[in-house]
Nanobody
Framework: QVQLVESGGGLVQPGGSLTLSCLASGMVFSYYAMGWYRQAPGKQREFVAAITSGYITNYEDSVKGRFTISRDNSKNTVYLQMNSLKPEDTAVYYC?????????????WGRGTQVTVSS
């Protein structure tokens, strides 16, 4: 079965940076588009970024120019480099496989990793 384990979250000041990691198993990783999603308190989970097996990327408008998604197929890992963080980026961040560069494909989500941006 597919397992996805997120890590790298934490507390950071506005304007700071964090890098998140997602380790995948139970799949042929290099064949799948992968993405990051986030859920803030009182809000629905939303799309953040995705990267295809051909390294095409897609970003939600509010993170364009600040976040960078990448992947290392040799490590079965997807990364999210987050710069210039804002308080509104505070959320639990999740990874998943992706359809159509936006939609999460796995019905079961991991535990996620908490990102808190606060001074």
């Amino acid at each position: 079965q597919v397992q996805l384990v997120e890590s790298g979250g934490g507390l950071v000041q506005p304007g700071g940076s964090l890098t998140l990691s997602c380790l995948a198993s139970g799949m042929v990783f290099s064949y799948y588009a992968m993405g990051w999603y986030r859920q803030a308190p009182g809000k629905q989970r939303e799309f953040v970024a995705a990267i295809t097996s051909g390294y095409i990327t897609n970003y939600e408008d509010s993170v364009k120019g600040r976040f960078t998604i990448s992947r290392d197929n040799s490590k079965n890992t997807v990364y999210l480099q987050m710069n210039s963080l804002k308080p509104e980026d505070t959320a639990v961040y999740y990874c998943n496989t992706v359809h159509d560069l936006v939609t999460a494909a796995q019905g079961i989500w991991g535990r996620g990793t908490q990102v808190t941006v606060s001074s």
